[in-house]
C-alpha cells in the first residue's frame, strides 16, 4: 500500500510562532489531501483539506500547499496558541479513490 | 461534536470474552468506517461499509466481526482477542464511498484486552 512519510515527529514552538508540518508520498494517483488534529482523548478532527486542482487552501490561521510534482504536502499553522497544541494527521487517498492513508503523526506543543 | 458518537468510550475485556462496539452517526451519510488507532502508528483501516454493503474488508483478522444494520449504525464485534488489540477504536463517516468525501471521525472507544 501507500507510504506516507510525515515529519517531524515532534514539534515544539513558542506561543505566536509559526508551525510547519510536511508529509511525502510516492502515489500519483492521489488527489485528496486532509489534515486531522486530535487532541488527547478525542477522535481526529478534520482541520482542512485540498485537492490535486489547486495549490493552496487558507482557513484563518491555517494553510495547506501541495506540490503534486514533488509529491510533498504541508501544513501551515501561522499565530499559534496553546490550544494548537495536539497531534495532527495527515493523510491521503490511495490511487484516487476513499481510502485513506495516514502519516504517522506530529506532536505540537505551543509552549507560553 | 463531529456528528458521530461512539459506545463505550473505554472498555476492559478478557481473552475469551465477546463485546461489542457501537458507532452512531447523525450526518446522514451514506458510508462508514472502522479504524484502529495503536501508539507509535499510523491509523489503520479496518473495513469499510456503503449503504451497509461491507466494501473493505482490510485484512482484518476474524476475531473481529463487523455489522452494519442501517446507514447510521455500525457495529465491531469482538471475541477471542489478543492483547494486541488493545488499541483505540475509531469509528468514521462520509458522504459516499466513492470518494474522496470528508471522513468526519468519533471520539473512539479506548479497549484494553487482559
Known amino acids: 500500500g501507500e507510504n506516507v512519510e510525515q515529519h517531524p515527529s515532534t514539534l515544539s514552538v513558542q506561543e505566536g510562532d509559526s508551525a510547519v508540518i510536511k508529509c511525502t508520498y510516492s502515489?500519483?494517483?492521489?488527489?485528496?489531501f486532509p489534515w486531522y488534529k486530535q487532541e488527547l482523548g478525542k477522535g481526529p478532527q478534520l482541520i482542512i483539506d485540498?485537492?490535486?486542482?489547486?495549490g493552496e487552501k487558507k482557513d484563518q490561521r491555517i494553510a495547506v500547499t501541495l506540490n503534486k510534482t514533488a509529491k510533498h504536502f504541508s501544513l501551515h499553522i501561522t499565530e499559534t496558541q496553546p490550544e494548537d497544541s495536539a497531534v495532527y494527521f495527515c493523510a491521503l487517498n490511495e490511487g484516487g479513490g476513499n481510502k485513506l492513508t495516514f502519516g504517522t503523526g506530529t506532536q505540537l506543543k505551543v509552549e507560553l | 461534536e463531529t456528528g458521530v458518537t461512539q459506545t463505550p468510550r473505554h472498555l476492559v475485556m478478557g481473552m475469551t470474552n465477546k463485546k461489542s462496539l457501537k458507532c452512531e452517526q447523525h450526518?446522514?451519510?451514506?458510508?462508514m468506517y472502522w479504524y484502529k488507532q495503536s501508539a507509535k502508528k499510523p491509523l489503520e483501516l479496518m473495513f469499510v461499509?456503503?449503504?451497509?454493503?461491507?466494501?473493505e474488508n482490510n485484512s482484518v483478522p476474524s476475531r473481529f466481526s463487523p455489522e452494519c444494520p442501517n446507514s447510521s449504525h455500525l457495529f465491531l464485534h469482538l471475541h477471542t482477542l489478543q492483547p494486541e488489540d488493545s488499541a483505540l477504536y475509531l469509528c468514521a463517516s462520509s458522504q459516499g464511498a466513492g470518494g474522496p468525501y470528508e471522513q468526519y471521525f468519533g471520539p473512539g472507544t479506548r479497549l484494553t484486552v487482559t
Open positions: 450526518l446522514g451519510h451514506n458510508a
Open positions: 461499509y456503503s449503504l451497509e454493503e461491507r466494501v
Open positions: 502515489d500519483s494517483a492521489s488527489n485528496y
Open positions: 485540498i485537492r490535486s486542482n489547486v
